[in-house]
């Protein structure tokens, strides 16, 4: 199994809304990771999680709360979120966060912020 | 800090072979990854270089030289479904030891019968 599921597929949020999108692998990888991509740019990332700890948070506002409730789940929290912030959000998971380790993408969640 | 570039659109014929340049700087590199990314789709690894030299995976290939900073992705046997962006990621080990990767912006590919 070389996949990695999210859900929703789809999300329209109001800005007072709270949603969470949700990600998982089933492949062992230790090194689970949030990107947010906009069109027609590449993705940026977000967070990274290795061993379930955060490790990186590439200054994120915190309206966007990552969690990694075990190695195999990834969620990210969204509270107070601006129209700016609608986008494609990936996730990606790899062996180690290290050296040749291949990320694998999810198919990512399309946001809108209305 | 980072700064990768890479063309922004390049056509092609099917049946052709195009090479798709990238550049980049980096204070701490570590890896240079090529994915493909179809319209609406999540990215793909195609390959990955460490050392200098050519990597090879079937139609793909991938070449890098640390020392000019640069990598290309070769295509051979265009094929329509080869139609999609094109991404250049550079894995930076940060500070804390940890390892980021950074994606160029994408060249768009485009494969015309």
């Known amino acids: 199994d070389t996949e990695v599921t999210q859900t929703p597929k789809h999300l329209v949020m109001g800005m007072t809304n709270k949603k969470s999108l949700k990600c998982e692998q089933h492949?062992?990888?230790?090194?689970m990771y949030w990107y947010k991509q906009k069109a027609k740019k590449p993705p940026e990332l977000m967070f990274v999680y290795s061993y379930e700890k955060l490790s990186i948070n590439e200054s994120v506002p915190s309206r966007f709360s990552p969690e990694c409730p075990n190695s195999s789940l990834l969620n990210l929290h969204l509270h107070a979120l601006q129209p700016e912030d609608s986008a494609l959000y990936l996730c990606a998971s790899s062996q180690g966060d290290r050296g040749s380790y291949e990320q694998y993408f999810g198919p990512g969640t399309r946001l809108t912020v209305t | 800090g980072q700064n990768i570039d890479q063309p922004t659109e390049m056509t092609a014929t099917e049946g052709a072979i195009v090479q798709i340049n990238c550049t980049y700087q980096?204070?701490?590199?570590?890896?240079l990854f090529w994915y493909q990314q179809h319209a609406g789709e999540a990215p793909t690894f195609l390959s990955y270089?460490?050392?200098?030299g050519l990597e090879e995976k079937g139609r793909f290939s991938s070449f890098l030289s640390r020392s000019k900073g640069y990598s290309y992705l070769l295509l051979k046997e265009l094929q329509m479904k080869d139609s999609a962006s094109y991404l250049c990621a550079v894995r930076d080990l940060a500070s804390a030891g940890y390892s980021t990767l950074t994606f160029g912006k994408g060249t768009m590919l485009l494969v015309s019968p």
């Open positions: 980096t204070s701490g590199f570590n890896g």
């Open positions: 492949m062992g990888h230790r090194a």
């Open positions: 270089n460490v050392l200098d």
